[in-house]
């Protein structure tokens, strides 16, 4: 039971008991007393300046169900927006993790309001004027939950761990003018609309996989790919981290491997790799935000760059030259040769002692060159290689027939919702993510006049993303057995960030509702109109995106402004498709 008398006991899925109207304008009688005896009069001035403007002010440009994705409830509450002023204060909780959180808030704002926005910390912050981020150790919002009452006071965002707070400043984020993007003070009424948001997410898995083998992309075009998963509440990166074309991670061991198997891409493209310190950089820098790097060594096939940089490793032991083709399913690595299996010892132990996720991605498909049995074996072995490294698999559903080793999770990229052999692995315990290849997969083209992508999953325009449920998705598989959702960019034909970024917007936040959201908002019609709305957030960020025509932009068509690299603001020169 909260303080306020709402109680939160019902799993996210349910319906919960309303909040209570009264939180939304007032705290109760005894806090309020509380409140207002330790503040000054100065405060007491300001925050009587504030309400009277506000009773003045135009309402707020941004409604409280604006918010991607969707929250579990709303309550909006008209006569109580917030001002933000050059004297407002950020309060979090004593702890260092709720202090992160409000810093970030502090940095996201700044630049654009050019207010100081001061970060405290207090035993039991409150709004009192300002912004309070609040660890309330609330068991019923669970690990990634919140709360978030906005009224002419202040802000008030609590949760019962620092993920929670995160996300309920990703949504204060976005109630806040387009502007707020801006990195130089520009002139705006900071306002947010009042009222209170309840929001839990729908599935602890959300996110997406970048293919960095095909076409490589350095530390900083990661760390902005981090960076828009952060903004609509996703918290997985899958980094797709091998294949033919390139090996993109130094391994000690085997130091031939990112040298040599990392020097080309697709068409002959400038290869590259991460060193130990970049990788950790990148790892550090989605923690921070609250996503988990899940690294993919792709295996038994997809391997023709380490086989160009260790012939031993090859069936016939002779190294192959560098592939920048686009085919699939020709290579492996030797299936029969204890080699092979120290080569997979060495990496895989290398990776997880620099990466603090508890998943290790092991791949598996399209190894059409092994024989079945052959690879059923394989997988077994790898299988135990990871969990003896104190990890839990996760591979392409291909790895299905191999023997079960608990826990395990399928990531099912098929096309059609009938996959028996799928089901049968989960009646065998194994645990799904959802990554349909018609419905998820961002390299697809969203029309056939789409500059860059495939198309042989399909075309998959925003609707197409949007409109399915993971729940029951596929046949034979029960609700409970998937744990979320991710969506793919192979990029094979995806060259640079800001065909990256292109070919995210507007799909990605699509995918990333399904995630969060509880079905009962599933609304295409509603989706559309407040996806639409954050186009120009997307422009004033300079982020690349596609005009999809099934939305109803709120503004021309016109130039987007190039991405900025996260590490400087400063603008690259775009090279947006078509």
């Known amino acids: 039971m909260h303080p306020s008398g709402v109680p939160l006991s019902a799993p996210p899925s349910s319906t919960p008991e309303p909040l209570d109207p009264s939180r939304a304008t007032a705290a109760a009688p005894a806090d309020d007393a509380a409140l207002i005896v330790g503040r000054t009069a100065g405060e007491l001035a300001r925050a009587a300046e504030q309400a009277a403007a506000a009773l003045l002010a135009p309402p707020a440009p941004i409604r409280l169900g604006d918010v991607v994705p969707a929250p579990e409830r709303v309550e909006p509450d008209a006569t109580a927006d917030y001002l933000l002023t050059a004297d407002t204060v950020i309060r979090a909780s004593a702890d260092p993790a709720a202090l992160a959180v409000a810093d970030e808030l502090a940095a996201l704002l700044r630049p654009a309001t050019g207010y100081p926005l001061p970060v405290t910390d ?36 609590t949760a019962g761990t620092a993920a929670g707070l995160w996300y309920g400043v990703q949504t204060l984020r976005q109630l806040l003018p387009a502007a707020v993007e801006n990195t130089t003070a520009v002139d705006e009424r900071w306002v947010l609309p009042g009222g209170s948001i309840l929001d839990r997410p729908r599935y602890p898995h959300r996110g997406a996989m970048l293919d960095v083998a095909r076409h490589f992309f350095g530390v900083t075009d990661v760390l902005r790919v981090i960076d828009h998963l952060a903004r609509y509440k996703l918290n997985r990166l899958h980094l797709h981290l091998t294949d033919d074309q390139g090996w993109r991670i130094a391994i000690d061991s085997w130091p031939r491997l990112a040298t040599v198997g990392g020097a080309g891409a697709v068409g002959d493209a400038p290869g590259g790799y991460y060193s130990r310190a970049d990788y950790q950089r990148i790892v550090a820098y989605a923690a921070d935000r609250h996503v988990t790097v899940i690294p993919e060594i792709d295996l038994p096939g997809h391997t023709h760059a380490a086989l160009t940089a260790y012939g031993e490793l090859s069936p016939d032991r002779v190294a192959p030259p560098p592939y920048t083709g686009t085919d699939v399913g020709f290579s492996y690595v030797d299936p029969t040769s204890q080699r092979t299996y120290d080569f997979v010892a060495d990496v895989l132990g290398e990776i997880a ?11 598996g498909d399209e190894a ?23 990890r839990e698999v996760v591979g392409w559903h291909q790895i299905a027939p191999a023997a079960h080793t608990h826990p395990r999770i399928l990531q099912w990229w098929g096309t059609t919702g009938d996959d028996p052999v799928t089901a049968e692995a989960v009646r065998r315990e194994d645990r799904l993510v959802l990554s349909p290849a018609n419905h998820a997969y961002l390299d697809m083209k969203y029309a056939p006049d789409t500059p860059i992508g495939h198309d042989w999953a399909g075309l998959i325009d925003v609707r197409r993303a949007y409109d399915w449920d993971p729940a029951n998705h596929l046949v034979g598989v029960p609700a409970e057995a998937v744990l979320g959702v991710e969506a793919p960019l192979w990029t094979e034909y995806v060259t640079t960030l800001a065909e990256v970024e292109f070919m995210m917007f507007p799909r990605l936040p699509a995918i990333a509702e399904l995630g969060w959201s509880p079905r009962s908002t599933h609304d295409w019609e ?19 995106y596609h005009r999809a025509p099934e939305l109803p932009w709120p503004t021309s068509a016109g130039p987007v402004p190039a991405p900025r690299d996260p590490s400087t603001g400063h603008a690259p020169p775009a090279n947006l498709p078509g």
Request: hydrophobic share 50%; aromatic share 8%; glycine share 14%.
């Open 122 to 157: 207090a035993a039991t912050p409150a709004p009192a004027g300002g912004i309070a981020l609040a660890l309330t150790g609330e068991a019923a919002l669970g690990a990634e939950g919140y709360r978030l009452d906005i009224t002419t006071d202040g802000v008030r965002v």
């Open 353 to 363: 002692a620099l990466t603090p996720g508890r998943w290790l991605h092991i791949g």
């Open 368 to 390: 059409f060159k092994v024989p079945a049995e052959v690879y059923a074996t394989f997988v077994e072995r790898v299988q135990h290689i990871v969990t003896g490294l104190g």
């Open 526 to 544: 509603a989706f559309r109109v407040r996806l639409a709305g954050h186009g120009p957030r997307w422009a004033t960020a300079g982020i690349a």
